[in-house]
């Protein structure tokens, strides 16, 4: 199992601030996923990275993949309160295996 | 709409009465996933139908089956529920093993 490791784990902020997200390995991945997933809902994806050194962006949002897709952040600028929940990052490494899931990021965006 | 649908969304349940759960996909992929879901943790892959071939996670416990009778339906049987399998549930679908999930909204199971 290839591990993901997210951080901050938890994330209590006010509506208008930025923050970043991290998800970070040691080991390679092909792609890496991040998904949002609300409470009582499943994960919805937000977006795929797939070259070493992508930048996308999802309007507030933006991910990046690390140059040796190793790693990847998602940076939320002016956060709202309906950007509140979990957001996960997920990686495919090996052929023939699924998801590797982090741990998740916990996010509360107060008015 | 194409969707992951999952029947049904609450679903409680006797300590060590058999339970199924029920996930249907709208988007004619060949891989469907269950995961276990607790609170405030990652999903965990139970295991997945690469079309018909069935792939267990190998710390699924024996409790948990599965069956996929067509392309579009896939069950999770819990034949003795204990307390400690009181989750969320997750189906999700990719066309490859390698390509984007994309999931249903989950069924909490409740054990008493």
């Known amino acids: 199992t290839q591990l993901l490791e997210q951080s901050p784990q938890f994330l209590s902020i006010q509506e208008g601030e930025n923050l970043t997200v991290y998800c970070n390995s040691s080991?390679?991945?092909?792609?890496l996923q991040w998904y949002r997933q609300e409470p009582g809902e499943g994960p919805v994806l937000l977006v795929t990275?797939?070259?070493?050194?992508e930048v996308k962006k999802l309007k507030r949002l933006t991910f990046q993949f690390g140059d040796a897709r190793k790693d990847s952040s998602l940076h939320i600028t002016a956060a709202q309160p309906g950007d509140t929940g979990l957001y996960l990052c997920a990686g495919v490494g090996s052929p023939g295996y699924a998801l590797n899931f982090g741990k998740g990021t916990s996010l509360l965006v107060t008015p | 709409d194409a969707m992951v649908i999952q029947n049904p969304r609450y679903q409680v349940t006797q300590f060590g009465k058999p339970v199924t759960l029920s996930c249907s996909q709208t988007?004619?992929?060949?891989?469907m996933y269950w995961y276990q879901q607790k609170s405030s943790q990652a999903p965990k892959l139970l295991f997945h139908?690469?079309?018909?071939?069935?792939?267990n996670e190998a710390d699924t416990p024996d409790n948990f089956q599965s069956r996929r009778p067509n392309t579009s339906f896939c069950f999770l049987d819990i034949r003795s529920p204990g307390l400690g399998d009181a989750a969320m549930y997750l189906c999700?679908?990719?066309?490859?093993?390698?390509?984007?999930?994309?999931f249903g909204p989950g069924t909490r199971l409740t054990v008493l």
């Open positions: 990275v797939v070259t070493g050194g």
């Open positions: 139908y690469y079309d018909k071939d069935f792939n």
């Open positions: 988007l004619n992929h060949n891989v």
């Open positions: 080991s390679v991945f092909s792609s």
């Open positions: 999700a679908t990719s066309r490859e093993n390698r390509n984007e999930q994309f």
